[in-house]
């Protein structure tokens, strides 16, 4: 069974994180490290709760250090700003810092909850290269002094608002890296743009310090990375043949995944910061994981609240969707999966091992007929207040929830748990 600790868990690995302040006197419960570890562990909250609040998510720990400890394994010279628009969760968040993480922040109020966790403001950028005047002027007055541009009318706010704020300049990658979310649609400067962008920067009076580019976000090719950081070489040259400040900052943004994928982009990170700006001095290279440090450690676990069969298929409610929690389908293009916990209907075997499965379609709470979780997906048969729990949800999915059809489907409380 699970053993539950709390700010005395002395566990070394786990020191840092429970010295956080948002974890630090919570319950933080250390979970065998079989397969069954989790499970079992949303079963005793379930069976000690009855009447629990659902959805609830499980946020392991654990997995977050493990991905921290990787990333200065694989990439020891890239500082990680973790980006809080992938999720926001106050405990993952002080985790984070904790295990010395900076932070990527793209709006006011995501600089004030990094601040309010006492973290100092030179470890936020400011990400975002489109501001509200207001915004700008927040970070001006509580010393957030980095942010990135990708245009001449940004640098006009900027100069009027946060005169003292160094820049980044955001750069297209170039070609298609095949991403999902492709940014480059919205954000980055043209190879022909940048000598007027960095120009007009500095005729503000502001002072250009780096390049920052994001090759797209989900499922690209890590190849791409080569060319982008090959762009931003060629504009720290031009910075320097038009006279201006040396720069020392790279931003290689984000769109990491964990597993095989981020240590074949490592790899091919390395290679290209080596060779193409092996003769800059004193380089600063940062990057922004979002998805890498949050997707795998959350679990999301879901009530069946209704049910009806049709012939051989079987559907299913649940009290999270498309609108909640598994926005992520929409938002990110996420495909998901999910497991049984038949606490309700089979508690002699929850997790239904062996029982024959149906075709099956899991829908979300609302009245709209798109909130459908998932089609003809093999499920043995449940009943009204078992359950099911989803893994790999911790990426742009509470984050993205909202509150339509009055319903506030997304985890309504978060665990936390040390594996």
Not at 160 to 180: E, M, N, T, V, Y
Not at 189 to 203: D, G, S
Request: aromatic share 8%; with cysteine; net charge neutral.
């Amino acid at each position: 069974m699970p053993t539950i600790v709390s700010d005395a868990f002395q566990a070394i690995s786990a020191e840092p994180i429970v010295c956080a302040s948002s974890v630090k006197g919570k319950r933080v419960t250390e979970l065998s490290a079989d397969e069954n570890g989790l499970s079992d562990f949303i079963r005793s909250i379930i069976s000690d709760k009855p009447e629990i609040d659902s959805p609830f998510c499980v946020l392991n720990l654990g997995v977050v250090k493990d991905l921290m400890d990787k990333w200065a394994a694989k990439l020891p010279t890239v500082q990680p700003f973790y980006a809080v628009k992938c999720n926001p969760n106050i405990s993952l968040i002080d985790t984070l810092a904790a295990l010395g993480s900076n932070f990527d922040c793209a709006s006011k109020a995501e600089i004030e909850m990094v601040l309010s966790l006492g973290v100092s403001p030179d470890r936020i950028i400011y990400a975002n290269p489109c501001k509200s005047e207001s915004h700008i002027k927040y970070a001006a007055s509580v010393g957030v002094n980095i942010t990135t541009y990708d245009s001449k009318y940004e640098v006009e706010k900027i100069r009027k608002c946060h005169p003292k704020c160094d820049l980044l300049l955001r750069i297209k990658a170039p070609g298609d890296s095949g991403a999902r979310s492709c940014l480059g649609l919205k954000y980055g400067a043209l190879p022909e743009e940048v000598p007027e962008l960095l120009q007009v920067a500095h005729n503000a009076g502001l002072r250009v310090t780096g390049v920052s580019f994001h090759i797209g976000s989900g499922g690209a090719d890590s190849q791409a990375y080569h060319g982008a950081i090959a762009s931003s070489k060629n504009a720290f040259n031009t910075a320097s043949k038009l006279g201006l400040p040396r720069m020392r900052f790279l931003d290689i943004g984000g769109g990491f995944t964990s597993g095989p994928s981020f240590e074949v982009a490592a790899l091919k990170i390395n290679v290209a910061i080596q060779t193409i700006f092996k003769d800059e001095e004193g380089l600063v290279v940062i990057g922004e994981p979002g998805r890498y440090l949050a997707e795998k450690a959350f679990t999301l676990a879901s009530r069946v609240i209704g049910k009806r069969v049709r012939g051989k298929t079987r559907e299913y409610w649940i009290d999270d969707g498309i609108y909640g929690t598994l926005s992520n389908i929409i938002f990110d293009y996420a495909t998901v999966t999910c497991t049984p916990l038949a606490c309700s209907s089979n508690p002699q075997n929850p997790t239904c091992r062996d029982l024959k499965t149906y075709a099956s379609t899991v829908f979300g709470p609302t009245c709209d007929s798109v909130d459908t979780v998932l089609r003809d997906y093999q499920l043995p048969e449940l009943q009204v207040n078992d359950w099911l729990v989803f893994p790999n949800m911790g990426a742009y999915t509470t984050s993205s929830g909202t509150k339509f059809n009055g319903f506030c489907s997304a985890a309504k409380r978060t665990y936390l748990a040390y594996i």
